[in-house]
């Protein structure tokens, strides 16, 4: 027999108030305790219900949406007006740059460019590697020395 409490949350309300606790930035476990369910029930009503999955979905499409223009914004640098107030009055502003970061830009390109920026280069070889080391002639004392090279 299924519970007919997520049906509060299929009303309008139920509904904003969901897709605002994900575009709030709420994690599901997050979002399942304001429900008052445990975090698998809401993962059963995401799979049973649309709504349900579609009001959570948009509300994080907004919050990423946010993330991303931040991190580009972060990554090429920007400025500001700095307003300082006293006693409700402007005294001034001042025009202020923050410069861009460098690991907001790596970590864009990365995942905009993987292919062009990971870094994992993938390199090929062709031919043979035929190269054989003749230590036959050598004493005991030269082979000791060559295997402490190695360390």
């Known amino acids: 027999m299924a519970n007919p409490k997520y049906e509060e949350w299929l009303t309008p309300e139920g509904l904003t108030l969901l897709e605002g606790w994900a575009r709030d930035g709420l994690t599901n476990e997050q979002i399942a305790s304001n429900m008052g369910v445990a975090e698998s029930t809401l993962y059963k009503w ?22 991303e223009n931040a991190l580009f ?22 025009t202020k740059e923050v410069a ?17 920026w990971r870094d994992k280069q993938e390199i090929s070889h062709t031919g043979k590697m035929d190269h ?10 030269e082979l000791r020395r060559l295997a402490q090279l190695d360390d």
């Open 132 to 141: 054989r080391l003749d230590v036959t002639g050598l004493t005991t004392e």
């Open 100 to 116: 861009p970061d460098t690991t907001a830009a790596i970590f864009w390109l990365k995942n905009r460019k993987p292919h062009e």
């Open 46 to 67: 995401k799979n049973e219900q649309v709504e349900i999955s579609e009001a959570l979905k948009k509300g994080k499409e907004v919050a990423d949406y946010q993330v």
């Open 73 to 94: 914004k972060r990554a090429l640098g920007f400025r500001y007006v700095e307003v300082t107030r006293e006693h409700g009055e402007i005294v001034k502003e001042v």
